[in-house]
C-alpha cells in the first residue's frame, strides 16, 4: 500500500467535467465548517481618471501563456487599464528570487507550485475576495497556510503524468498499461528505437525541462514505495545520496542507450512539442497542457497520458497532482484595487475555463465547467491512480530546481563523473539550503 499524504485522483477527478483536476506544496489538511477569517486588505480606489498600469509575470509557456495574454487583453479592452505582461519561461525562477530579494515583485503574478512555501509572505491574501468561495477544496489545502490564509487564485489543477504519442507506441506493439515500472519502461524504448524513432524528447535549451525528468522520476524512488519511503528523511533534513544516484545512472544509462534525441541540450521545449505531434519521439515528460501545446503544432496528433512508472516491482504506477496556473497579487503593490479587479476578471468562469482548457487540466472552481476533449478519456481511466505531490516542492527546500536541472545537463552531456558528482552536489545543496 502506498501512503495516502497527497492528493487522491479520485476525489480530484469529481470537479467541474473531470468532477476536478497538476504540485502539492503544502499538504494542509482542509480546514471545516465556515471559511478561515483572513487579514484585513486595504483595496484604495484607483482616483478618477488616473492612467493604471498593472505588471503581470508568469512562468507558463506555450498554449497556456498564450491563453493568459489573451485574457489580460480582454480585461484591458474592459476596463481601459494597460497591463504589461511577461513570460520568460527558464528565467521565470532566478527573475523572481532578483526581485524577491529587492522586494520589487510585478503587481500580479503565477507562483509556479509555491504560493505558501516561497511567496506567501509577499501576497496578498485573497480569502476575502469575491472567487475565494468557489475554490475547489481539493485544491485548498495546497494553497492554504498554517493559519488558514490563502494567496492565489487556481485557475486549474494540476494532474501530470508521462505523455505519448499514441500511433508511435501502437506501431511498436506498446501497451502503455503494461509499462509498470521502469524496467518495463526502458524496454519499451529499446524497441522504439531499433523502430527508428526517438524514444523520449527533452529540449535541454529550456534547461527546466531537464528538471521535469528528475520531478517525475524521483518520487517512485524517493516516496510512491511504502516500505522503503524516504519521505519523512526528507522532511528531516536528511538526503539519501545513493537513491539520487541510482535516479541519475538511469539517465545516463538512457543517455548512453540514445534513448534521449541526440539534440537533447540544444533543443527546446517547441521542439519537444513538435517532435511529439509529428511522431518523431514516443514519451515526453509533461503533464497533458503538452497534449494542448503539441496539438496546436499538429491538431490531428493522436496523444495520450500514462501513469509514471514505479522503480520496482512492489511497487505501482503513480500520478503527480497539485498548483499549476495560480495566479497572486504582490501585497505591496501600489494599484491593490486594480490587481484585485484582475483576479476577480480572471476568476470569471467563461474566463478561468478557456485558461484551464489550454492547460488541459480542470478548473480549480467549483463552477466552471472545462471542455477537454479526448484527455479526459486519460483522467477518467487513471481516476484510481495515486498522485503525489511534485518532488522538489514537497520534499527539496526553496533553491534546489536549478541544481537538478544543473547537474542532469551534465549527465545528459556524458561528462566524466556526473552521475556521482549529481548525488553529492545535490545533498551539500540540499543541506545548505535546508539548513538556511
Keep these: ?164 504519442n499514441v500511433d508511435v507506441l501502437a506501431d511498436n506493439n506498446i501497451d502503455p498499461d503494461s509499462l509498470k515500472t521502469w524496467d518495463d519502461f526502458a524496454a519499451a524504448c529499446a524497441v522504439i528505437k531499433a523502430a527508428g524513432v526517438s524514444p523520449m524528447h527533452i529540449g535541454g535549451k529550456d534547461t527546466w525541462t531537464i528538471g521535469q525528468f528528475f520531478d517525475w522520476v524521483a518520487p517512485s524512488f524517493y516516496v510512491t514505495d511504502e516500505s522503503t519511503s524516504k519521505a519523512a528523511d526528507l522532511k528531516a533534513g536528511k538526503f539519501d545520496v545513493p537513491t539520487w544516484t541510482e535516479i541519475a545512472q538511469m539517465m545516463a544509462d538512457w543517455t548512453a542507450a540514445g534513448y534521449f534525441n541526440p539534440d537533447v541540450l540544444t533543443a527546446d521545449y517547441n521542439s519537444d512539442m513538435e517532435a511529439l505531434a509529428t511522431g518523431k519521439t514516443a514519451f515526453c515528460f509533461y503533464g497533458p497542457s503538452a497534449i494542448m501545446d503539441a496539438k496546436g503544432v499538429n491538431a490531428d496528433a493522436s496523444l495520450g497520458m500514462m501513469p509514471i512508472p514505479a522503480a520496482s516491482a512492489g511497487d505501482a504506477p503513480s500520478l503527480i497532482a497539485g498548483e499549476d496556473i495560480a495566479v497572486g497579487i504582490w501585497k505591496d503593490t501600489k494599484n491593490a484595487a486594480a490587481a484585485q479587479e484582475l483576479l476577480n476578471y480572471l476568476a470569471r468562469p467563461e474566463v478561468a475555463g478557456a485558461i484551464a482548457k489550454a492547460a488541459g487540466n480542470s478548473s480549480g472552481l467549483t463552477d466552471v465547467d472545462v471542455e477537454l476533449g479526448d484527455i479526459k478519456t486519460y483522467f477518467d481511466k487513471y481516476k484510481s491512480v495515486e498522485t503525489f505531490p511534485y518532488f522538489d516542492r514537497e520534499y527539496l527546500p526553496s533553491g534546489m530546481w536549478d541544481v537538478m536541472c544543473a547537474t542532469g545537463a551534465e549527465i545528459l552531456a556524458q561528462k566524466s563523473g556526473a552521475v556521482e558528482d549529481a548525488g553529492k552536489i545535490m545533498e551539500q545543496s540540499f543541506l545548505d539550503k535546508y539548513a538556511g
Design 1 to 164: 500500500m502506498k501512503k495516502t499524504l497527497s492528493l487522491v485522483l479520485t476525489a480530484a477527478l469529481s470537479l467541474s467535467l473531470l468532477s476536478a483536476c497538476t504540485p502539492a506544496a503544502d499538504p494542509q489538511p482542509s480546514s471545516g465548517g465556515a471559511e478561515p477569517s483572513a487579514p484585513t486588505v486595504s483595496t484604495p480606489a484607483t482616483p478618477s481618471g488616473e492612467k493604471v498600469e498593472l505588471t503581470f509575470m508568469t512562468n507558463v509557456v506555450g498554449e497556456k501563456a498564450a491563453a493568459l495574454e489573451s485574457a489580460l487583453k480582454g480585461f484591458e479592452a474592459e476596463t481601459g487599464y494597460t497591463v504589461e505582461f511577461s513570460a520568460p519561461g527558464d528565467s521565470y525562477e532566478e527573475l523572481m528570487k532578483t526581485k524577491m530579494s529587492s522586494n520589487e515583485l510585478p503587481d500580479v503574478f503565477t507562483t509556479h507550485g509555491w504560493s505558501v512555501a516561497r511567496y506567501s509572505e509577499y501576497l496578498m491574501p485573497v480569502n476575502d475576495m469575491e472567487f475565494a468561495g468557489r475554490i475547489s477544496d481539493q485544491i485548498k489545502p495546497v494553497i492554504t497556510d498554517s493559519e488558514g490564509n490563502m494567496f492565489v487564485l487556481p485557475i486549474d489543477i494540476d494532474i501530470a503524468g508521462i505523455v505519448y
